[in-house]
């Protein structure tokens, strides 16, 4: 395998040391473009309380690339399709090698504590929440308790 | 050679011109061979209905972006300077009237929307010590660029920016986030011209008063927008279809439109309907209003047949090759077939054999000749295919051989293969004249090499005054061998789904007689190239020239007959099409 550039070895090294809070970040020793992620659901949101694990990847050309990130946990939410794929504009379009894993992680973070049901992934949560708004927030509460529980 | 033996060889090629359509079967007071057609005197020609452009990249850019940019600047925009006009017209999709509008009515949201700051401040500096925030690289000795916002960041790093956003073919901003300024077009090249290979020769540059087109030749970006623009407006410019061609054609006016629809809007009625009103085969062209009637004369002259910068002939409806004699629909259902069909039923028919009691198909992969027809139990014998108990006990010899009852079973197997059989026909001389025309180009190139090459020994050694001119019959025989095979390779799809009427006949004749002039021309080209004769070709192309010049007008001229004719018979319905086939 190829050197690790160092954008890579700096992102990772401050990942660890100086983690986001409600988030941490490890690398596959095996692969160190791989992470495993967990993700604590923001508070005053349908997912508080609940731990989610994300996957992500650093591609080849990250990163000029934004990185690849996928959930790994069940969840309710109208912007996160069954297969854990996440629609969020800095993902795809709106990358710029100025941004970080971190800030990346952050916005998956904002987008937990803000779904956006009219630019919907999964049509059905979003036609859900759009019909009626309290009982979609119910089921995610329940899909969080369900599958996102903290591990003993 | 005379004149009509080019075929839409006179266009000039440097400059982007209008043409109208000009039908490469024009010439019909010629003398006609074999063709025993009178020329239909009420021919409709196609540019009757469309005006067509053709275009390179680099003059539609030309034209489109920069002169339109240098257009705004002359005439209402005298203020601003050509970059940023060209990043307004970028933004704005190049309408120079949007562009005109939102200066005077929203200024400063357009030239936020623009990221065009008000000081101008673009620097790529030097430096000896630099950490750029996105490789997190250290480096001794760098070159870095930042816009007028001063978000800094090294030229490696804005190199590959640049690579990976030009794909999109918009506007690229500055690497930060939080930044919407944009980089000029120039200096977006500039920075490419930093990392490329090929050095431009500075006495050329010298040379060259610098205009704005020379400024921006070459621009990468301005390609890139070019292509993004254009596959955005499917229905008005068309690619070549050719491979490795770079040439648009463009629908100018569609005058088959405007004769039913003059107060609507062009634009509006193109991009829906005009694939079917430019469709010669649906029969709609001036009468929309009506359902196409399957029993009018299909009229083939309408076949929006152009070409390109480089004498690419393409079907502008179909944005495929040349495909006449057949017209567009018909064209169509073959391609289909031959997607479907063909690669089984070759499959079947190299592979298999008809059982000859219940006519499956089947595929011997090993074992003996005593075969066991899986689904009627028949046993046979592989080699005859007669009944297996006759040959006793002669197990591995069959002397039963009888060629009069070999055909008769041959004949009961065609018969209940007829339609594949039929299809295999067509197709295989489909497929040997698209197989051909590929050989025939590669030896071409091989003799238009050599002959270069004995033209300037010559002319170097004064040894003779022929000119280019004098040879211009091998690009011409060229030209008409690929366009001779390509219509022979068309007829045999035209063939396929033509109903057996006794014009029909005609239409094979001229067919075969454009066949055998194709093969005789592509003989000598080959003869030429044999590698046996490879000291003497440049003598044995000088020795032919006479009969290369007569079989090039032959195969134009058969060409140009075996098209008439298909089109004088649809349009008086002595030859017609089944398409159930």
Redesign the interface.
């Known amino acids: 395998m190829a050197a690790l ?3 890579i ?2 992102e990772t090294e401050r990942l660890i040391s100086d983690p986001v809070p409600g988030i941490t970040a490890y690398p596959d020793e095996a692969n160190l473009r791989a992470f495993t992620v967990t993700m604590n659901g923001p508070d005053s949101s349908p997912y508080e309380k609940g731990i989610f694990d994300l996957e992500l990847y650093l591609p080849d ?1 990250y ?3 934004p990185p690849k990130v996928r959930f790994l946990t069940k969840i309710y939410h109208p912007n996160i399709d069954k297969l854990g794929r996440i629609c969020l504009d ?1 993902l795809k379009d ?1 990358w ?4 970080q894993i971190r800030t990346i992680l952050l916005s998956i973070q904002a987008l937990l504590a803000s779904p956006n049901p009219d630019d919907p992934l999964a049509n059905d949560v979003a036609d859900d929440w759009k019909k009626d708004e309290p009982k979609a927030i119910e089921v995610a509460k329940e899909w969080t308790a369900k599958y996102a529980k903290a591990k003993e | 050679m005379s004149e009509e033996g080019s075929i839409d060889y006179d266009f000039d090629e440097d400059e982007a011109s209008d043409f109208s359509f000009e039908s490469d079967y024009d010439d019909q007071n010629d003398n006609m061979i074999d063709t025993p057609i009178e020329s239909p005197k009420d021919k409709t020609d196609i540019s009757k209905l469309a005006k067509f452009k053709k275009w390179t990249t680099k003059e539609f850019i030309n034209e489109n972006f920069i002169n339109a940019a240098v257009k705004l600047q002359n005439l209402q925009l005298p203020q601003c300077n050509l970059e940023d006009l060209l990043i307004m017209l970028h933004q704005l999709k190049w309408q120079s009237e949007e562009v005109i509008n939102n200066y005077y009515d929203n200024y400063d949201k357009l030239m936020n929307d623009c990221g065009i700051p008000k000081v101008k401040n673009n620097v790529i500096k030097e430096k000896l010590e630099y950490s750029c ?5 250290e480096y001794d000795n760098i070159k870095t660029f930042q816009l007028s916002c001063g ?1 800094e960041y090294c030229i490696n ?1 804005y190199h ?2 640049l ?2 956003q030009l794909t999109n073919g918009q506007l690229i901003r500055c ?3 939080s930044c919407n300024l944009t980089i000029p077009h120039l200096l977006t090249q500039e920075i490419f011209d930093l990392f490329s290979q090929d050095v431009r020769d500075p006495a050329q540059d010298f040379f060259e008063v610098p205009t704005a087109n020379s400024k921006y030749a070459h621009n990468m970006l301005l390609s890139s927008a070019a292509r993004s623009y254009i596959n955005s407006k499917k229905s008005k410019y068309k690619w070549c279809p050719a491979p490795d061609c770079e040439n648009l054609v463009e629908l100018v006016d569609n005058y088959a439109l405007h004769l039913d629809n003059d107060d609507d809007d062009f634009d509006e009625y193109l991009s829906d309907e005009e694939s079917t009103l430019l469709d010669p085969s649906t029969n709609n062209v001036k009468d929309k209003s009506k359902s196409p009637s399957v029993d009018r004369p299909i009229d083939i002259s309408l076949t929006p047949i152009v070409s390109c910068g480089t004498d690419h002939q393409f079907c502008y409806n179909c944005q495929y090759e040349n495909h006449l004699p057949c017209p567009c629909n018909i064209v169509r259902s073959w391609i289909k077939k031959c997607k479907d069909d063909s690669e089984t039923a070759n499959w079947i028919e190299a592979n298999t054999h008809n059982c000859p009691k219940c006519l499956n198909s089947i595929e011997k992969n090993g074992g003996c000749n005593h075969m066991t027809c899986r689904t009627c139990n028949y046993e046979f014998c592989w080699i005859c295919f007669k009944e297996w108990s006759i040959h006793g006990s002669q197990f591995f010899k069959c002397n039963n051989f009888d060629k009069s009852e070999k055909d008769a079973i041959e004949l009961n197997q065609k018969q209940k293969r007829v339609s594949l059989q039929r299809y295999l026909h067509y197709y295989k001389r489909f497929a040997v004249h698209e197989s051909s025309m590929k050989g025939d180009m590669k030896a071409l190139d091989k003799i238009n090499q050599r002959m270069e090459s004995f033209m300037s020994e010559q002319s170097k050694q004064n040894l003779s005054n022929l000119s280019w001119t004098d040879v211009q019959f091998l690009k011409d025989a060229f030209k008409a061998l690929t366009n001779g095979r390509k219509t022979l390779k068309w007829s045999y799809c035209f063939g396929f789904y033509m109903k057996e009427l006794i014009f029909a006949e005609v239409f094979e004749q001229t067919q075969e007689h454009l066949n055998r002039v194709v093969e005789d021309l592509s003989k000598i080209v080959e003869e030429i190239n044999d590698k046996k004769n490879n000291d003497r070709s440049t003598e044995l192309i000088m020795k032919n020239k006479k009969a290369l010049i007569s079989l090039t007008n032959a195969v134009t001229k058969g060409q140009q007959s075996l098209i008439q004719c298909a089109e004088s018979g649809l349009k008086e319905e002595r030859l017609k099409f089944d398409l159930s086939i």
């Open positions: 550039p160092k954008r070895i700096k050309d990163p000029m690339c800095v709106n710029s090698p100025a941004l | 925030p996105i490789c997190c690289e978000h790093c590959s920016y690579k990976t690497i930060d986030t």
